[in-house]
């Protein structure tokens, strides 16, 4: 509704309010009635959001008819730590993504508000709003605003309806001033599950390494440098000869992102064999569920690397409890399928090699990321 008309309507409501008042009659006029829904005397002045990367990160891309805003990623922190996205209240999007797991809930599979358990780890949300090529360990989401929508519906995890949760957002003493400072709205109306989605993925884009960590550090300040073994791991970590660990070949450093964002299979399920029909095997079809294709059959996406050691544990179905057992599987080459990646193969690694492969992944720590106080729960 127009604002005019809203005010002309407000303002006929109190000359009819005082003409009752005269007459006696005692009626009270309703202060929420007055005030209607209108929102009009907050003030909408939106200020850019200016994200802090570490030094040689690419830039992020970022949606234009979503754009970064302080009060924007503010009222997302929110959503996203408010059990009143949940059907009974008891769960938030950071049940299951936790700054203490990097933003993830440290479970080998995620358990849901009815206690139902899902088939999948929760992944990391580090450097989320770098994962273009396919949001969930299958790519079967391309934006994070599409992204936030699903959880809230989705009958493992926060099992209610958005319009249950529109009802709630609107009746709320806190969100409406939000969403007017967050998008500009003139009426609790226009609050919508597209705008909450909106800044649950500017919170998420926030989302950010911190800098801190010493691989960081070493590439970006003067005078920090690595020491002997965490050197000797990134050198196995990046070497790609034949019987080599050669990670880079997936989790790429080039863009300091420690993926490539491709979908592969890097044999942690035994199929039984390498036939073609075996692909049918899989348990979990990962990319293959989404594209129909066979030979997309237990593809999943290549996930960061950074602050891997506060995730465990391992891999889209949790297999793995540490980084030791993750070398190990490497180094063994995992089990062969017909669509193996090559890149996976056996490869001989001495204790010391898997002592230094460790120490060069603890290099990725970001304790700064998950502390930070802008990424907490503003309920506590
Ligand atoms: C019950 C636990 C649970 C809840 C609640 C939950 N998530 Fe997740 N989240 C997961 C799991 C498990 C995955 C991986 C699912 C898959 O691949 O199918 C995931 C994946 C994601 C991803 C994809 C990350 C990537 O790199 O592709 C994003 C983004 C995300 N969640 C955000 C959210 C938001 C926002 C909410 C709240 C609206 C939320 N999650 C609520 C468990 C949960
Ligand atoms: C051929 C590409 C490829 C190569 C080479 C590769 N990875 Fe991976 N990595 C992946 C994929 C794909 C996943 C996810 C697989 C899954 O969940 O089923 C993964 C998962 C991981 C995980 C678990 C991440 C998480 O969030 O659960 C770790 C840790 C890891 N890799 C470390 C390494 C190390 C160390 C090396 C080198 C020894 C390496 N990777 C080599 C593709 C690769």
Redesign the pocket.
């Known amino acids: 509704m127009n604002k005019w008309i809203l005010s002309i309507l407000a303002l006929t409501m109190i000359f009819l309010a005082s003409c009752k008042d005269d007459d006696g009659g005692g009626g009270t006029i309703d202060d929420d009635m007055l005030s209607a829904d209108d929102l009009t005397d907050i003030t909408y002045d939106p200020q850019t959001y200016e994200l802090v990367v570490p030094c040689d990160f690419p830039e992020m891309e970022i949606p234009s008819d979503n754009p970064m805003t302080v009060d924007g990623v503010e009222l997302g922190r929110f959503l996203f730590y408010d059990p009143i996205l949940s059907a009974d209240s008891t769960m938030s999007c950071s049940s299951c993504h936790l700054p203490s797991g990097s933003f993830t809930d440290n479970e080998a599979v995620s358990i849901g508000i009815d206690g139902v358990a899902g088939t999948r780890?929760s992944?990391?949300l580090l450097n989320v709003g770098y994962f273009y090529t396919g949001l969930f360990?299958d790519g079967r989401v391309t934006t994070l605003e599409e992204q936030a929508l699903l959880p809230v519906e989705d009958e493992i995890e926060l099992h209610t309806t958005w319009p249950e949760v529109e009802v709630k957002l609107k009746r709320s003493e806190i969100y409406p001033t939000m969403f007017r400072k967050a998008f500009g709205i003139e009426s609790k109306e226009e609050i919508t599950k597209f705008l909450a989605a909106k800044a649950i993925a500017q919170f998420e884009r926030s989302l950010v390494s911190s800098g801190q960590s010493k691989f960081d550090q070493a590439r970006c300040e003067p005078g920090v440098f690595l020491d002997p073994l965490e050197l000797e791991g990134f050198e196995l970590?990046t070497f790609e000869e034949n019987e080599h660990?050669?990670?880079t070949?997936?989790?790429k450093t080039i863009a300091q992102l420690f993926t490539d964002n491709r979908?592969?299979n890097?044999g942690?399920t035994d199929v039984g064999g390498t036939a073609v029909e075996n692909l049918e095997n899989f348990p979990d079809k990962g990319l293959g569920a989404v594209t129909g294709n066979i030979f997309d059959n237990g593809k999943?996406?290549?996930?960061s690397?950074r602050n891997?050691a506060n995730?465990a544990p391992?891999?889209?179905?949790g297999s793995l409890n540490t980084?030791e057992e993750?070398?190990d599987h490497?180094s063994s080459g995992g089990f062969s399928a017909a669509n193996s990646?090559a890149?996976?193969m056996p490869f001989p690694l001495t204790d010391q090699e898997k002592a230094a492969?460790l120490a060069f992944?603890r290099t990725l720590d970001d304790d700064a990321f998950m502390n930070n106080p802008a990424h907490q729960n503003p309920f506590d």
């Open positions: 780890s992944m990391s360990w970590f660990p050669g990670c070949h997936c989790h979908f592969v890097n942690i999943f996406r290549t996930p690397l891997i995730s391992y891999m889209h179905d980084l993750v070398i490497y990646d890149n996976v492969l992944l």
